[in-house]
């Protein structure tokens, strides 16, 4: 259920801001190979924090870079 509503989410509060996103490795400041919602907010301050925090689809408590491009594929 939560990836429907995640996918529902990023699908309606995509918009054309977020296609020049950075790319992962320059949103992923500290090079761990997770984007902390810290570092999500700053790559991504149009961003809905909802619409991030819905993205994390493993619930791990952050953005994976496949979770990331999902979410910045709009």
Do not use: C, H, R, W
Request: glycine share 6%.
């Amino acid at each position: 259920m939560k990836t429907l509503i995640a996918a529902i989410s990023i699908a309606f509060l995509s918009t054309a801001a977020f296609a020049a996103a950075p790319a992962f490795s320059e949103a992923d400041a500290d090079g761990n190979g997770i984007l902390s919602l810290e570092e999500a907010k700053v790559a991504l301050p149009d961003m809905e924090e909802a619409a991030i925090v819905a993205a994390d689809a493993n619930n791990d408590g952050g953005l994976t870079e496949d979770e990331y491009t999902a979410l910045t594929a709009g």
